[in-house]
């Protein structure tokens, strides 16, 4: 019998670390696109699942922007069936006049077909192909545009999306050991020629920055940056976790906040704070900066009379007798 592939291993090992401990019976459903790391990711996934008890399934959604799309997707069905997996599922989206450019209208009727199946299946979890490398394009894109900790974190090893448990089994394993498992296990990755367009910031940061990072730093910059995540997602999630029992204590009857409440709170938490209740008014957390979050801040630290703090979606906060109010879009003040 001929030996396991080092990368093959490795991944079925990652994949195995991430469904072992999931207590939903369900079946899992792999989220491909036919690239290789997504390939890689279905393949060890039918070879795992089964082991484990479960049924593993795969959704490839069309988005319908390239020549060639749908045949893209029924080949990735057609291998899927012939591994075993089961549902296989091709979703066809229409992106078309959505706002925010075809890409992020492409990732977000993605993410919206993804969660709609794996709910429809009862899916105990949705798995996506995401590698160690898109961890470490993920923190520098974060780093150049200033983020906050949040932004360092980069992306969870599983988070909910709406009502689907969304995992990231394969977060440690690189790049390279995926297109190698592919070629290990005879697979023919599609290549997204969106991921070689300079036109996007990802593509010039795969292609050229982190290249000559690793020129002049050494390899285990890909790894360092992936552990700079890992490290400040602890930070992070004891902060947002502090925060939400602090909101709950300068929380006032009327759904306002405390102004003498939020003085008290370290600004770490504070800015938490103000930012979880933003959300909860009804600002859109892609829209929502740090400007907004300066603004309701210096209502608390910096008052001198001012008026109201303005939040996407024509929120306004105002500062009224020692609290922080909402104002409904459209109320006259
Ligand atoms: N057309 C598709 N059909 C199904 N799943 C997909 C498709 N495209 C991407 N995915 C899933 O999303 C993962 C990440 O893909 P990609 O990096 O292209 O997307 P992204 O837009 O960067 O996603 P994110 O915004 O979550 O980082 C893939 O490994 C795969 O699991």
Redesign the pocket.
């Known amino acids: 019998m001929a030996a396991l592939a080092p990368p093959v291993a490795a991944i079925r090992r990652a994949i195995r670390h991430a469904l072992i401990e999931l207590p939903d019976p369900g079946p899992v459903l792999?989220?491909?696109?036919?690239?290789a790391?997504?390939l890689a990711?279905a393949a060890a996934t039918a070879f795992v699942a089964p082991r484990l008890g479960r049924s593993a399934g795969l959704?490839?959604?069309?988005?319908g922007l390239q020549e060639g799309s749908a045949q893209r997707?029924a080949a990735?069905a057609d291998w899927a069936r012939a591994t075993g997996l089961a549902p296989v599922e091709v979703?066809r989206v229409d992106v078309s006049g959505r706002p925010g450019g075809p890409?992020a209208a492409?990732?977000q009727a993605?993410?919206r077909a993804?969660t709609e199946v794996a709910g429809g299946l009862g899916a105990a979890a949705l798995?996506?192909?995401?590698?160690r490398d898109?961890q470490a394009e993920?923190v520098l894109l974060a780093l150049a545009r200033g983020a906050g900790p949040r932004g360092l974190a980069g992306?969870p090893a599983r988070r909910w999306l709406g009502a689907a448990l969304l995992l990231r089994p394969?977060l440690e394993v690189s790049r390279e050991q995926t297109r190698a498992a592919c070629t290990a296990l005879g697979l023919d990755p599609w290549v997204?020629p969106?991921?070689a367009d300079p036109a996007y910031a990802?593509a010039r940061v795969r292609a050229e920055v982190l290249p000559a990072l690793v020129r002049a730093l050494g390899p285990a910059v890909v790894d360092n940056l992936a552990r700079t995540a890992r490290l400040v997602a602890v930070d992070t999630a004891a902060l947002d976790e502090q925060a939400s029992t602090a909101l709950d204590g300068v929380r006032h009857p009327d759904g306002g906040l405390s102004v003498g409440g939020l003085a008290a709170l370290v600004p770490a938490v504070r800015g938490r704070v103000l930012h979880a209740w933003a959300r909860e008014l009804g600002a859109r957390p892609a829209a929502l900066s740090h400007r907004h979050v300066g603004a309701l801040e210096a209502l608390v630290t910096g008052w001198r009379g001012q008026g109201a703090a303005h939040l996407p979606g024509g929120l306004r906060v105002l500062r009224r007798a020692g609290r922080l109010t909402a104002i409904d879009p459209g109320a006259q003040v």
């Open positions: 792999v989220a491909c696109s036919g690239g790391d997504s990711l959704v490839t959604v069309d988005h997707a990735v979703v890409e492409a990732r993605r993410y993804l798995l996506t192909g995401h590698t898109d993920t992306m394969l997204d969106h991921n990802r």
